[in-house]
């Protein structure tokens, strides 16, 4: 099956930095990548979709200049959270999917964010 | 706008036994159904989904799942539970079109299974 990679899978920085996470479809191209959060015993909350080549699309609610995505090439995808703050403490997962219609979301690992 | 609801936050199981995950779902049109199944340090693993047709769908691993219209309803089931069935099971709703679809997830049910 696709398989899709996040790195790094945890994190641990100071409050006011900027942390980079990248997802990567290892065996197929992802013409679409999402980005979720997930809270301790929650669910997972869809922050934005990502089309390769063209802006992200960020659901209600999610800052877009706090979380800056790239999706620059059809294998990856960059989520940054900029001068984070230690209630951006979460679980990051990403999912890709390829072009073709009906196609499943692939699921990362995802990546633990701490801010001390 | 749409809403999954999982009842059960946490079902313990005996290994053998048979198995009932229950998901509710609201959404004005035909929705499109998934369950996924997270183990600690993967990634959500899609076990099926449904979109159209028979409303019994069967997935990986033994698991199955029947969409019923008229509760709003897409439960999934298995007749004997495994011990590496142990994880969290969150079910989703798809939006958005076929192939474009954007999930909404359940806040999961954990299941823990015992001798």
């Known amino acids: 099956g696709a398989v899709v990679s996040q790195h790094p899978s945890w994190v641990i920085c100071k409050s006011g930095t900027s942390v980079k996470i990248e997802c990567r479809s290892l065996?197929?191209?992802?013409?679409?990548m999402f980005w979720y959060r997930q809270f301790p015993k929650q669910s997972l909350m869809l922050m934005a979709t990502?089309?390769?080549?063209?802006?992200?699309?960020?659901e209600q609610g999610v800052e877009k200049d706090k979380f800056l995505i790239n999706h620059a090439s059809l294998t990856l995808s960059t989520l940054t959270v900029t001068s984070a703050h230690p209630e951006d403490s979460s679980f990051y997962i990403c999912?890709?999917?390829?072009?073709?219609?009906?196609?499943?979301?692939?699921f990362g690992p995802g990546t633990r964010l701490l801010v001390l | 706008a749409q809403s999954v609801t999982q009842p059960d936050i946490h079902i313990t199981v005996s290994e053998g036994a048979s198995l009932e995950l229950r998901c509710n779902y609201s959404?004005?049109?035909?929705?499109?159904l998934f369950w996924y199944v997270q183990s600690p340090g993967q990634g959500l693993q899609l076990l099926l989904k449904?979109?159209?047709?028979?409303?019994l769908v069967q997935g990986i691993k033994g698991f199955e799942a029947e969409f019923k219209r008229s509760q709003s309803s897409f439960n999934l089931r298995k007749p004997s539970v495994h011990w590496s069935d142990a994880a969290e099971y969150f079910c989703?709703?798809?939006?958005?079109?076929?192939?474009?679809?954007?999930?909404?997830f359940g806040t999961g049910t954990r299941l823990t299974i015992i001798p």
């Open positions: 999912s890709a999917r390829g072009g073709v219609a009906g196609e499943t979301q692939y």
């Open positions: 959404y004005g049109a035909t929705p499109y």
């Open positions: 989703a709703v798809g939006v958005g079109g076929f192939g474009n679809e954007k999930l909404t």
């Open positions: 449904y979109f159209s047709g028979d409303t």
């Open positions: 990502s089309n390769e080549g063209s802006k992200a699309t960020y």
């Open positions: 065996d197929f191209q992802a013409t679409t």
